[in-house]
């Protein structure tokens, strides 16, 4: 059982950060869109994906996270590099939710941010990632 929710969890992962990296992407396009077919088009993408991707995966990955951890709690528990792991998915539903304000804002067209900040914005799960997936895999802790 533990290697099929295994393999769900990191299916859900997969599409998670899929729609993080996409999300700010978008906000990229609409914040440079000047036209309002093209602005009323990325909103639509923008909560679309927001609902229809980046939260169901979020939620998914949290779970299956959660029930790998009950299955060998004496196995990740007292692990310092699954204690940071930990810490970053936390942080990362955290920017999420920052992705969350930014595309009400947008919607509202009351967004102040440029491209530019959206350019840089969009890297920052990047860093998660790659944090993420060497505390996993290395476990240098």
Aim: glycine share 2%; aromatic share 16%; proline share 4%.
């Amino acid at each position: 059982m533990y290697k099929w929710v295994l393999a769900f969890h990191i299916i859900a992962v997969i599409c998670w950060f899929a729609a993080l990296f996409y999300l700010p992407r978008l906000f990229v396009y609409h914040a440079m869109s000047e036209d309002r077919p093209s602005i009323e088009r990325f909103k639509l993408m923008e909560r679309k994906l927001y609902n229809g991707i980046a939260n169901p995966s979020m939620f998914a990955t949290v779970l299956l996270g959660l029930w790998i951890v009950f299955m060998a709690p004496e196995a990740y528990l007292n692990q310092t590099w699954f204690q940071l792991k930990a810490l970053l998915v936390v942080l990362l539903i955290g920017y999420q939710h920052l992705c969350l304000r930014h595309m009400k804002q947008l919607a509202e067209d009351r967004s102040e941010k440029s491209h530019v900040y959206f350019r840089v914005f969009n890297e920052v799960p990047v860093l998660f990632l790659v944090a993420i997936v060497i505390l996993v895999v290395v476990q240098p802790f």
